[in-house]
């Protein structure tokens, strides 16, 4: 069974520190929902306001519209993935994956087909005996995730899971969360400072800065159109260039920038004091010498700086009058560092942000 | 094939090696040495005897050696029964910062210091009879001190070995991780159930240690029972020494001194089983 969950106005300090400002979000049962944020931004102490381990001083959690802010940890059927694993290292894996389902009171004659069941579910067969230091930190990482769906929480909760673990392994077992999440259509948060890891595995990612929170979207919005710089510069790569407004027709937003004039594509687009333009560097068109810049583009020009060969694209750091701006381009180029260049920026591709 | 080349930084081993040489191997073989008569400081006369080992079996050591398994026995099963939970309080309480200091006082007061204040404390006209006399609980006062059952001993090692297994345990209760507490609680279990299934598991081979530590120090004891230990039965470090001082019989005090260490290697061996066992996860 999977839950709504509601957070509104939630505010915890540690003295004098503000931890989280008044949040508030709501999750429909069955979404995969990523905190994401910089490391201090609130997001693990959120996580564990929902869990009870934390008592938000202000604000309400609620699971189904129940208030669940004066339930102990033990009584609110979460399931939370630590960081760490927190695999109990006195038990076995099999004993590890039991504990939920003993503290649970699941009758005794069906803990070994459910432990047995997801075991298999997460590729764990036949290491019921081992003890935690005897596997590798994906296996443990496994035994946490069986640990939890065992008991077939109303929320599963994923506190920087596979942030101990290698680059490859991260994108494997990631992947796995998610389809098992799908499969078993459990409410999930997961949260982690690492964007990509937010992108490529959420229904909705809320984006956190400072205990606040900047933009709730689903990736690919909160990627394409987002909200404020904050959440341009934190997600990804963006260009940013302090601009002021111009005009608005209606589709299209002109602003002004010490580097001259930026079209946006944006009917959505409200006046506002305090505004940045900005493009992600794979969105930079490299426009040759003696090719002419493409309609519905604007121009930045500069000299380059650094020429990066990343292996699947080369990552071009370019001078445009104090300003550094960052392109990536298809990794065939061939572009000396010290010559000049011109990138087109499609209209479609630039967004005017707040801040 | 080629010689080896001398390390002289082995060298640097040498007042470790020699502290062990000096004091154990040679102090153990002086003691062996000494119960077959085969070593005398006093008069320098030696000759082969087993004197001493036909000697030594007397009803005097078994009551002694009675008395003293009893003693560290209760005293260190006593001490962890009031240190462990102790431990587990102390972990809760933000008090810990000045009581956890106040608590180790004992351990840093030297044994017949600690000795003379207990027994002033439960001496016939001690405070502790006093009150109780007062209140009209007791109507005579109570012989704590040199009874046979060795109450004031037991008190006094308890009062002593509290703040030494504090240390241990206090240790290794911290030692758990949070998360693995929380993660238990995430999955359903209450306080109890966290005591009894993380806590308690995660700190019994702590708890066992330290009992097999505090027993080997109160056989061992010399002090405490010679100041509030009774004259009869005697403890075995009391027997040795009047065996040797007020018998002049130095060897069969060796010999006391043998089986002393002998019961005290048991233990040690015990204790490191007991350590690879817990460590392996009881296989």
């Not at chain 1, 960081?83 to 109990?88: G, R």
Request: hydrophobic share 45%.
């Amino acid at each position: 069974m999977s839950v709504r969950l509601t957070v509104s106005d939630v505010k915890l300090s540690y003295g004098d520190f503000q931890a989280l400002k008044g949040v508030s979000f709501d999750i429909e049962p069955g979404q995969f929902v990523t905190l994401l944020g910089p490391s201090g931004c609130g997001k693990t102490t959120l996580l564990r306001c929902i869990a009870g381990f934390l008592e938000p001083q202000s604000g309400e959690i609620r699971f189904d519209g129940c208030i669940m802010n004066d339930v102990p940890p033990h009584k609110r059927n979460t399931a939370m993935c630590f960081q760490s694993y927190a695999l109990f290292p006195h038990k076995t894996i099999y004993e590890n994956i039991r504990f939920g389902l003993r503290m649970h009171k699941v009758p005794v004659t069906e803990h070994d087909e459910l432990i047995q069941k997801a075991m298999d579910m997460v590729g764990l067969t036949g290491l019921g005996n081992r003890k935690p230091y005897e596997l590798s930190g994906g296996q443990q990482q496994r035994v946490a995730l069986a640990r939890c769906v065992v008991v077939r929480p109303n929320l599963l909760l994923f506190d920087e899971p596979l942030s101990n673990l290698d680059a490859k392994l991260r994108e494997k077992v990631r992947v796995e969360i998610r389809e098992l999440q799908r499969e078993l259509g459990i409410t999930a948060i997961y949260v982690t400072h690492d964007q990509a890891e937010a992108l490529a595995i959420s229904d909705t990612i809320i984006a956190m800065n400072q205990g606040c929170i900047e933009q709730i979207a689903a990736p690919r919005t909160i990627y394409d159109k987002s909200a404020n710089r904050f959440v341009a510069d934190f997600i990804g790569t963006a260009n940013l260039l302090r601009s002021s407004f111009r005009e608005k027709d209606i589709c299209n937003v002109v602003v002004d920038t010490d580097i001259g004039s930026f079209t946006a594509l944006d009917d959505n687009y409200t006046k506002l004091d305090d505004i940045s333009v900005s493009w992600r560097p794979e969105d930079m068109i490299p426009v040759l010498e003696g090719q002419d810049i493409p309609r519905g583009c604007n121009v930045v020009s500069g000299i380059v700086r650094n020429s990066v060969y990343m292996g699947d694209r080369l990552d071009i750091f370019m001078n445009c009058q104090e300003h550094v701006f960052r392109a990536s381009v298809a990794r065939d180029y061939v572009i000396p560092e010290g010559s000049s260049i011109r990138f087109a920026v499609p209209f479609a591709k630039t967004r005017i942000v707040q801040g | 094939m080629k010689k080896k080349k001398f390390e002289w930084g082995y060298l640097l081993l040498l007042p470790g090696l020699g502290y062990i040489g000096f004091f154990v191997i040679v102090s153990a073989y002086i003691m062996i040495a000494q119960s077959f008569g085969l070593y005398n400081a006093i008069t320098g006369e030696v000759s082969f005897t087993l004197e001493g080992w036909r000697n030594v079996f007397t009803k005097s050591f078994f009551d002694a050696l009675w008395f003293t398994l009893r003693t560290s026995v209760l005293s260190a099963l006593i001490s962890i029964v009031i240190t462990y939970p102790l431990a587990l309080l102390m972990q809760k309480t933000k008090a810990r910062k000045w009581l956890l200091p106040l608590i180790k006082i004992p351990y840093f007061v030297p044994g017949l210091v600690g000795s003379f204040l207990i027994v002033n404390l439960i001496d016939y006209h001690g405070l502790l009879n006093e009150v109780l006399l007062l209140l009209k609980i007791i109507s005579e006062p109570m012989r704590l001190r040199n009874d046979a059952n060795g109450i004031a001993v037991i008190a006094i090692h308890v009062w002593k070995n509290v703040p030494f297994m504090m240390i241990i345990m206090f240790s290794a209760i911290e030692g758990i991780r949070q998360d693995v507490k929380d993660c238990a609680r995430n999955l359903g279990a209450n306080s109890l159930q966290v005591l009894l299934h993380i806590t308690i598991p995660l700190t019994v081979s702590s708890a066992l240690v330290s009992v097999i530590l505090t027993f080997i120090r109160t056989f061992n004891d010399y002090a405490i029972s010679s100041t509030a230990g009774p004259m009869n039965p005697l403890s075995l470090s009391n027997l040795m020494k009047t065996t040797a001082y007020s018998y002049n019989d130095w060897v069969t005090a060796g010999c006391i001194g043998v089986l002393m260490t002998i019961v005290t290697v048991i233990f040690m061996v015990l204790y490191t089983v007991l350590g690879k066992y817990l460590q392996n996860g009881g296989k």
